[in-house]
């Protein structure tokens, strides 16, 4: 089981244009084994402390196995969708990780 956090960064006044993707990237995750356990807008006052910018949304998701993660950023469907990811999202730090 691998484990995928996102920081997700957007555009200033792309957010439409940001859950368009999602609308489409969400339900792909289970054709490949994933799961979003979770998907946040952390409010202002969520943050104790940071030294970094505070992103937009903060997804975490789950898959069986790497491939299933690999396999999932190849999909041609969600392929046909990145320039709504590219137009709306100005960064994204994605952290992998396994339970322990």
């Given at each position: 089981m691998i484990?995928?956090?996102?920081?997700?960064?957007?555009?200033?006044?792309?957010e439409h244009?940001?859950?368009?993707?999602?609308?489409?990237?969400?339900?792909?995750?289970?054709?490949?084994?994933?799961?979003?356990?979770?998907?946040?807008?952390?409010?202002?006052?969520?943050?104790?402390?940071?030294?970094?910018?505070?992103?937009?949304?903060?997804?975490?998701v789950q898959?069986?196995?790497?491939?299933?993660?690999?396999?999932?950023?190849?999909?041609?469907?969600?392929?046909?969708?990145?320039?709504?990811?590219?137009?709306?999202?100005?960064?994204?730090?994605?952290?992998?990780?396994?339970?322990?």
């Amino acid at each position: 089981m691998i484990y995928i956090t996102q920081l997700i960064y957007i555009r200033e006044g792309q957010e439409h244009i940001f859950d368009q993707f999602e609308e489409v990237a969400i339900p792909i995750i289970a054709r490949y084994n994933g799961q979003l356990l979770f998907r946040i807008r952390p409010e202002e006052t969520a943050f104790i402390e940071s030294t970094v910018e505070k992103p937009y949304e903060i997804h975490l998701v789950q898959f069986d196995e790497e491939e299933n993660f690999n396999a999932f950023m190849r999909d041609e469907e969600r392929k046909k969708f990145l320039h709504l990811k590219e137009q709306s999202i100005k960064t994204v730090t994605l952290i992998k990780g396994v339970k322990i």
